[in-house]
């Protein structure tokens, strides 16, 4: 990560084994990722609840970011995009 951080911003990091699939996050990739990454970082994959967002929160030690596709309402998945939105605001308003 290091080494690549040189030649980018940012890493948007797909955890491939689990994308798609709303299976749950790649616990072990987030914590990684949170403790390892110097540049911001945002995790996606396996996310299916508002759970799961907390839980890449509380793996990375806030420190990843993560986005959700074909789990939310609006793709036809469960989770509700307007309770995704809420939740990203009291991300923000914590941060």
């Excluded at 040189?6 to 948007?12: H, R, Y």
């Excluded at 986005?67 to 009291?90: E, H, K, P, Q």
Aim: hydrophobic residues 45%; glycine residues 12%; charged residues 25%.
């Amino acid at each position: 990560l290091r080494r690549l951080a040189a030649s980018c911003a940012e890493f948007l990091v797909h955890a491939v084994d689990v994308e798609g699939k709303q299976s749950g996050v790649e616990r072990e990739l987030v914590e990684v990722l949170g403790r390892e990454s110097p540049l911001p970082v945002t995790y996606a994959g396996g996310a299916r609840s508002l759970e799961d967002l907390d839980l890449v929160a509380q793996l990375s030690c806030g420190r990843v970011d993560v986005t959700v596709g074909s789990a939310l309402d609006i793709f036809g998945g469960g989770l509700s995009f307007d309770a995704t939105v809420a939740w990203d605001g009291r991300q923000r308003a914590t941060a």
